[in-house]
Nanobody, 129 residues
Framework: QTQFVESGGGLVQPGGSLTLSCTAS????????MGWYRQAPGKQREFIAL??????????DSVKGRFTISRDARDAEKNMMYLQMNRLEPEDTAVYYC????????????????????WGQGTQVTVSS
C-alpha cells in the first residue's frame, strides 16, 4: 500500500511563502494522480491542487495564482511532490495533506473530491503575525 508523508509546515507571517513536500513510499507513483488538500479547525477538508501523471494541474479557487503544485520529474524513484505557497493569508491556516491514486482508478473530478480511503498525519501551516 502506498503511503504519503507530508512535511515542511510551520509558522509564517501573512504575505510570506512556504514550500510543502510530499513523499510517497511503498511503490512508484509515476502513474499516479496526486493532490494537496487542507483542513482548518471546524471545517471540512478542502481541495487545494492536483497534478496528473501527465503533468496537468488544477487548483482550488481559493489558492489560484498563489500556490503552485509540482512533482519531481527528474527521477521517478524519488516519488516527491511539492506545494509552493506564496502570499499566504491567515485563512490558509490549516493542516495540509497529500494523497494520490493510480491514474486508471481516478480522474480529476474524483481527485478534487478527495475520495481516499486513508490519510496521513498532515503538516500544520499557521499564518499569523
Amino acid at each position: 500500500q502506498t503511503q504519503f508523508v507530508e512535511s515542511g509546515g510551520g509558522l509564517v507571517q501573512p504575505g510570506g511563502s512556504l514550500t510543502l513536500s510530499c513523499t510517497a513510499s511503498g511503490r512508484r507513483v509515476s502513474s499516479y494522480h496526486m493532490g494537496w488538500y487542507r483542513q482548518a479547525p471546524g471545517k471540512q477538508r478542502e481541495f487545494i491542487a492536483l497534478v496528473t501523471n501527465g503533468g496537468t494541474t488544477d487548483y482550488g479557487d481559493s489558492v489560484k495564482g498563489r500556490f503552485t503544485i509540482s512533482r519531481d520529474a527528474r527521477d521517478a524513484e524519488k516519488n516527491m511532490m511539492y506545494l509552493q505557497m506564496n502570499r499566504l493569508e491567515p485563512e490558509d491556516t490549516a493542516v495540509y495533506y497529500c494523497n494520490g491514486k493510480l491514474n486508471t482508478m481516478t480522474n480529476i473530478a474524483t481527485m478534487r473530491r478527495g475520495d481516499f480511503r486513508s490519510w496521513g498525519q498532515g503538516t500544520q501551516v499557521t499564518v499569523s503575525s
